[in-house]
């Protein structure tokens, strides 16, 4: 079963500022099962990237994925005020579709 | 517009049961996989369980499997999860999510639709 482990715990950041956050697989996965989502207080999550790289609808494009292998970054390019949540790295295996235990991007 | 609506929780004695409801609408149910994650109070994301479109593939957690079951009923657009020997530790908000494209279960890409969610408690 594979475990998805997310660096850092916290990330802590101003408005303006790059946010780079690692998803790191246990075992090689293809990149074509590999998501990542923002999860704001009190809310469901929302999609933001899949397929490690594709932006899912709506979403803008400060956001970018990328990675292969074993190891996948989520990049927002210059954070915005609404931008400051949790993240978790999500995978779809052969049998399991586990996820990360997230990174959570706050105000510095 | 995709709606989920989650149904069922409450609060339970260990070793009870419950089941809960998710009754979807705005897209072709039958169409696509569906899951259920759950989320203990201040923690992270842990996916439960996930059922494909026609239910011939199932998978479970770990640390759910042999107590809970996953179902659902295309004719009436409801995915189940029925929990048995529940645990102090299963105490969580429990969302029903929907994958982003039909087709194979471990292509699904991601979960592009998720309920508000049930809160499961579980305190004797």
């Known amino acids: 079963e594979i475990v998805l482990t997310q660096s850092p715990g916290t990330l802590s950041l101003s408005p303006g500022e790059r946010a780079t956050l690692s998803c790191r697989a246990s075992?090689?996965?293809?990149?074509?099962?590999l998501a990542w989502y923002q999860q704001q207080p009190g809310q469901s999550p929302r999609l933001l990237i899949y397929?490690?790289?594709s932006r899912a609808t709506g979403i803008p494009d400060r956001f970018s994925g990328s990675g292969s292998g074993t190891d996948f970054t989520l990049t927002i390019s210059r954070l915005e005020p609404e931008d400051f949540a949790v993240y978790y790295c999500q995978q779809f295996g052969s049998s399991t579709w586990p996820f990360g235990q997230g990174t959570k991007v706050e105000i510095k | 517009e995709v709606q989920l609506l989650e149904s069922g929780g409450g609060l339970v004695q260990p070793g009870g049961s419950l089941r809960l409801s998710c009754v979807a609408s705005g897209f072709t149910f039958s169409s696509f996989a569906m899951g259920w994650v759950r989320q203990a109070p201040g923690k992270g994301l842990e996916w439960v369980s996930a059922?494909?479109?026609?239910?011939?593939?199932?998978y479970y957690a770990d640390s759910v499997k042999g107590r809970f079951t996953i179902s659902r009923d295309n004719s009436k657009n409801t995915l189940f999860l029925q929990m048995n020997s529940l645990r102090v530790e299963d105490t969580a908000v429990y969302h029903c999510?929907?994958?982003?494209?039909?087709?194979?279960?471990?292509?699904?890409?991601?979960?592009?639709?998720w309920g508000q969610g049930s809160l499961v408690t579980v305190s004797s």
């Open positions: 059922i494909s479109a026609g239910s011939g593939s199932i």
């Open positions: 397929d490690a790289s």
């Open positions: 075992q090689s996965v293809s990149s074509s099962y």
């Open positions: 999510a929907k994958a982003l494209r039909g087709g194979a279960m471990i292509a699904v890409g991601g979960l592009d639709y």
